[in-house]
T-cell receptor, first 115, second 109 residues
Framework: ETGVTQTPRHLVMGMTNKKSLKCEQH?????MYWYKQSAKKPLELMFV???????ENNSVPSRFSPECPNSSHLFLHLHTLQPEDSALYLC??????????????FGPGTRLTVT | GQNIDQPTEMTATEGAIVQINCTYQ??????LFWYQQHAGEAPTFLSY??LDGLEEKGRFSSFLSRSKGYSYLLLKELQMKDSASYLC??????????WGAGTKLIIKP
C-alpha cells in the first residue's frame, strides 16, 4: 500500500449505530488530519494530530471521537450521528517542519450516509 | 472572520487557457496552496506560493499577491482530464489551513 488509505470507502449507518473510520498513512509523516467535505462547502477541518498529540479540535460535536494510536494510524469513532453528518470524510497527512510549507496528502475518503 | 472566495463554476474549451481566481481574508498568512480534486477522488496538491509572483509547473502556474490578498491558478493547453474542482487554501498565522469551497472547472471539446 502506498500513500494514504481509508476504510471503508462507503458507509451507511443508522442514527443509533456505532462505527469507526480508519486511516493509514504509509509516507512516514508526523501529522494527520480529519476533514469533513460537504457538497459545495469548504473542507472543514475536524481534528489534527501532530506527533500523535491532538493539537486541533475545531468545535466538533462529541458524537465524533478521534483516536491516534501511532503516527501512521488515525481513527474516527462515530456514534448517534445525525442525518446532517452525511458527507465525505477525508483523512490527510503531512510532514510538518514548523515552516508551514508542507502539502497535505489525502486519502480517497469515506462516503458516509446517515439514515 | 476568515474567508476564501473562489468562483463556484467555470467552463472552458479544450486547448484554451483558463484562470481561476482566489481572494482571501485571513488572520495572518503563511502560504497559499492549490489542490485539484476529481469527482469522487481525493484532493491532490498542485502548487504552493508564499512569496509574491508566479510559480510555473508545466501547464499549470500559480500567482500570488499578498498585498491584494489574491491568487490565481492558470491552466494552459486545457485537456479533458483537467475537468475537476480546484481548491484554494491559505495557511493562517496559527498554521491552520483555511479552505475555499472550490471551483468546478468544466472542459468542453
Amino acid at each position: 500500500e502506498t500513500g494514504v488509505t481509508q476504510t471503508p470507502r462507503h458507509l451507511v449507518m443508522g442514527m443509533t449505530n456505532k462505527k469507526s473510520l480508519k486511516c493509514e498513512q504509509h509516507l512516514g509523516h508526523n501529522a494527520m488530519y480529519w476533514y469533513k467535505q460537504s457538497a459545495k462547502k469548504p473542507l472543514e477541518l475536524m481534528f489534527v494530530y501532530n506527533f500523535k498529540e491532538q493539537t486541533e479540535n475545531n468545535s466538533v460535536p462529541s458524537r465524533f471521537s478521534p483516536e491516534c494510536p501511532n503516527s501512521s494510524h488515525l481513527f474516527l469513532h462515530l456514534h448517534t450521528l445525525q442525518p446532517e453528518d452525511s458527507a465525505l470524510y477525508l483523512c490527510a497527512s503531512s510532514q510538518e517542519d514548523g515552516q508551514g510549507s508542507s502539502e497535505q496528502y489525502f486519502g480517497p475518503g469515506t462516503r458516509l450516509t446517515v439514515t | 472572520g476568515q474567508n476564501i472566495d473562489q468562483p463556484t463554476e467555470m467552463t472552458a474549451t479544450e486547448g484554451a487557457i483558463v484562470q481561476i481566481n482566489c481572494t482571501y481574508q485571513t488572520s495572518g498568512f503563511n502560504g497559499l496552496f492549490w489542490y485539484q480534486q476529481h469527482a469522487g477522488e481525493a484532493p491532490t496538491f498542485l502548487s504552493y506560493n508564499v512569496l509574491d509572483g508566479l510559480e510555473e509547473k508545466g501547464r499549470f502556474s500559480s500567482f500570488l499577491s499578498r498585498s491584494k490578498g489574491y491568487s490565481y491558478l492558470l491552466l494552459k493547453e486545457l485537456q479533458m482530464k483537467d475537468s475537476a474542482s480546484y481548491l484554494c487554501a491559505v495557511r493562517d498565522s496559527n498554521y491552520q489551513l483555511i479552505w475555499g469551497a472550490g471551483t468546478k472547472l468544466i472542459i468542453k471539446p
